[in-house]
């Protein structure tokens, strides 16, 4: 198969931009391609937690980074059965990693920031307001016919990555399922200015309730906060927006002033591609894999997505390695959010909703046991590094692969890592 340098990565969200930024790095010619007019104007994803901050700086992008958000430690459950608080700060592994801190701001801001790096280097450009119709491949090359405000127009390129969201029209065109369910729930997000830090919260909050569970974070530096909290799946947008300030006001302080700056709902999925590759296709990010964002597992695993794929397509087509490694890329990409994002965050849901009362009592227990048992707590803030990619090797298939069978347990790599009886599709609906 062909070694050509031409690239096309469709999608310039956060995992689309690293990965153009880091192919173009590389040496390769690099061109975006979005529906969109710019860079959508939302926060949408804003922490940044230590294993991205990680991949941030092997970009060489972490100390500009610092410059766009506050860098915080700390994190703290509250138990609204017993109004306990549970507490823990990355301060604690500062010994073990120089990523012990967490970064807040909005991913709209970073994908700005990666884009004016990624114009300044050579061969590089981005097409807005640019649609993707079709695709074609052989053994030389990947042919991307796409609607433009010129009119429709068809592009060449030896390979394309698909990083253009859950409703990936590069995952569709590529034939791969998006093997999952979407949950019952509706999830709102209420972005307001004001100073939670004065009331007890500290940057990245959880309060585990059946009716009023909500995750409180700051943004950034401005003094904007986010709450996001569930919403009657029932009710219309219109209804949704009318109870935003009945809502939020279980969580602030009584009397309290705040200015809202925006509030939408959405749904959440756990859903996965049936296969990260296609041929000269290859996915990242939400066009890969959906979560529900409690614990931040989807954005996470997008940005180690862009590392990967960066260090895999980089050593193809610069000749230092066979395409194998992309598979390589597909394999361990897929393994890592079926085995461990996955799972991960549909506990985290689980355990923020949880309506049993001796199941809340017995999270809350073991919450609590964890922050004070300093080695085990160590363990615990260090596990975000798992999302990681192991390294490439080139027996990985007779190696790899059985050694992640021998350890599979019974419906490990199942999308949903639940016995729920929520209704499996191959699509979002």
Not at 388 to 416: A, F, I, M
């Amino acid at each position: 198969m062909s070694k050509g340098k031409r690239v096309i990565v469709v999608g310039a969200g956060p995992a689309g931009v690293l990965t153009a930024y880091g192919l173009a790095k590389q040496g390769a010619h690099v061109t975006i391609i979005d529906r969109e007019a710019d860079v959508v104007s939302s926060p949408r994803a804003t922490i940044y937690l230590p294993s991205t901050c990680k991949a941030l700086d092997t970009l060489g992008l972490l100390e500009e980074a610092k410059t766009l958000g506050p860098s915080t430690y700390d994190y703290q459950c509250f138990f609204a059965l017993t109004g306990n608080v549970g507490r823990m700060s990355h301060k604690l592994v500062e010994d073990l990693t120089p990523y012990h801190f967490i970064l807040h701001f909005g991913q709209h801001i970073l994908a700005k920031m990666v884009l004016a790096r990624f114009l300044a280097l050579p061969n590089t450009q981005i097409c807005w307001s640019t649609n993707l119709v079709e695709i074609a491949e052989n053994d030389e090359k990947v042919v991307a016919v796409v609607d433009t405000p010129n009119g429709q127009q068809t592009l060449e390129a030896d390979w394309l990555i698909g990083a253009d969201g859950a409703r990936s029209t590069v995952r569709k065109l590529i034939g791969a399922s998006f093997d999952g369910f979407t949950w019952p729930d509706t999830f709102m997000a209420a972005n307001i200015y004001f100073d939670f830090g004065l009331h007890g919260y500290v940057p990245s909050n959880m309060i585990s309730d059946p009716v009023n569970w909500a995750v409180i974070a700051q943004i950034d530096n401005t003094g904007l906060w986010r709450v996001a909290y569930g919403e009657d799946s029932e009710l219309s947008e219109e209804q949704r927006l009318a109870r935003v300030d009945q809502r939020l006001r279980h969580w602030l302080p009584e009397g309290a002033e705040y200015t809202l700056e925006r509030a939408n709902s959405y749904r959440v999925h756990q859903r996965s591609a049936s296969s990260y590759r296609v041929g000269r296709v290859l996915l990242a990010g939400d066009a890969a894999h959906a979560t529900n964002p409690i614990g931040g597992m989807g954005f996470t695993s997008g940005i180690q997505d862009a590392l990967t794929l960066i260090d895999c397509l980089s050593s193809v087509i610069n000749e230092h390695a066979n395409d194998d490694t992309l598979d390589w890329y597909a394999y361990e990409r897929r393994r890592i959010f079926l085995e461990v994002a996955n799972p991960t965050a549909i506990e985290f849901k689980r355990r923020t909703q949880e309506s049993d009362p001796e199941r809340r009592l017995e999270d809350e227990r073991n919450f609590l046991e964890m922050t004070a048992n300093e080695d085990i707590l160590r363990q615990a803030l260090m596990s975000v590094f798992i999302l990681e990619s192991r390294p490439y090797q080139s027996d990985w298939r007779d190696t790899l692969v059985k050694q992640d069978l021998d350890q599979q347990t019974n419906g490990k790599t199942v999308v949903g890592g639940t016995s729920s009886t929520l209704r499996r599709t191959t699509e979002i609906e």
